[in-house]
């Protein structure tokens, strides 16, 4: 088990709602990633926050935004929700930005869109 | 769309058999990492090779790189029934700054 910690576990909305998810990251990391796994897939990056901004987007629309805090949590909202984002969005630590950093997942948190 | 491809999609061995899987990139990258994930849950960070490196070990994982092919092999030894679990490899492009991941490996291992 890793020290992030992701909230909550499971959420379900209905389509056209606002989500808000939370995520802890594992002490001294400053550096944020969220990814999307739809069923079946591997993870989809979404963005990673460093120091409370955005430092890098992935191929997602701008209903998909985050938030980084001084004390390096991170919130992903996503606004508008479709049936697709249905999913398990997980975050991940890391202590820096650079991609050869070993990242360390939270336990995800589902999401269902009915 | 994902940079890297596993192959086989999934892969069912006795206890104690070895296991291999294979990952297939597209594009030149800086590092290649292995991740496994339980049941749906969060990965677990296996293993990074530099591009400049061709064998890495850790335990009874060994991992294979081969930049002219661009592909990697992830070997398990003397699998446990604990090692039942979808296992991913992840790339960083030399041109861009996120991590990659692959469809991933589904392995069952059997008591």
């Known amino acids: 088990e890793t020290g992030v910690t992701q909230s909550p576990t499971h959420l379900i909305k209905t389509r056209g709602q606002q989500v808000t998810l939370r995520c802890s990251s594992q002490s001294g990391h400053n550096t944020v990633s969220w990814y999307q796994q739809a069923l079946g897939q591997g993870p989809q990056f979404i963005f990673q926050y460093y120091r409370e901004e955005e430092n890098g987007r992935g191929n997602f629309p701008p209903r998909f935004s985050g938030l980084q805090f001084p004390n390096y949590s991170s919130e992903l909202n996503v606004n508008a929700l479709e049936l697709d984002d249905s999913a398990l969005y997980l975050c991940?630590?890391?202590?820096?930005?650079?991609?050869?950093?070993?990242?360390?997942f939270g336990p995800g948190t589902r999401l269902t869109v009915t | 769309s994902q940079q890297g491809e596993e192959d086989p999609q999934a892969l069912s061995i006795q206890e104690g058999e070895n296991a291999t899987m294979n990952c297939s990139y597209k594009t030149s990258i800086n590092n290649l990492q292995w991740y496994r994930q339980n049941s749906g849950r969060g990965l677990v960070h296996l293993i990074l090779i530099r591009s400049n490196e061709r064998e890495k070990h850790s335990g009874r994982l060994r991992v294979t790189l081969d930049t002219s092919k661009k592909s990697s092999s992830l070997l398990i030894t003397a699998s446990r029934a604990a090692d039942t679990a979808s296992y991913f490899c992840?790339?960083?492009?030399?041109?861009?700054?996120?991590?990659?991941f692959g469809a991933g490996t589904t392995v069952t291992v059997r008591a």
């Open positions: 992840a790339t960083d492009a030399t041109d861009d700054y996120k991590l990659s």
């Open positions: 991940a630590s890391s202590l820096g930005t650079g991609l050869s950093y070993e990242q360390y």
